[in-house]
């Protein structure tokens, strides 16, 4: 159906910039939506950006101005752009896909943020 497979994680400083990167094969066309999600120890896995089928982005509160979601012009790939990076923003990060009938996951890349 659709396969997930993302990078770029690493350790940075409080207040650098990383970049994540997800590539998307399989049925691309049946995708609905791509999402990023993540997930710090012992807590929840957290929705924290969505870019919709028509190109309509939503993020949480908590990213709200430092994250941005985009996708390159044939959806391959999408990005999670991550600016002001703070310590509470580590955690494993996960790309989602969402079709009618299906979901589909990543296997998450960490992200520390730490001096």
């Known amino acids: 159906q659709v396969q997930l497979v993302e990078s770029g994680g690493g350790l940075v400083l409080p207040g650098g910039s990383l970049t994540l990167s997800c590539i998307v094969s399989?049925?691309?066309?049946?995708?609905?939506?791509m999402n990023w999600y993540r997930q710090a120890p012992r807590s929840q896995r957290d929705l924290v950006a969505t870019i919709t089928k028509g190109g309509t982005t939503n993020y949480a509160d908590s990213v709200n101005g430092r994250f941005t979601i985009s996708r390159d012009d044939f959806e391959t790939t999408v990005y999670l752009q991550m600016n002001s990076l703070k310590p509470e923003d580590t955690a494993v990060y996960y790309c989602?896909?969402?079709?009618?009938?299906?979901?589909?996951w990543g296997q998450g890349t960490q992200v520390t943020v730490s001096s």
């Open positions: 989602h896909a969402r079709t009618k009938s299906r979901e589909a």
């Open positions: 399989g049925n691309i066309g049946s995708i609905l939506a």
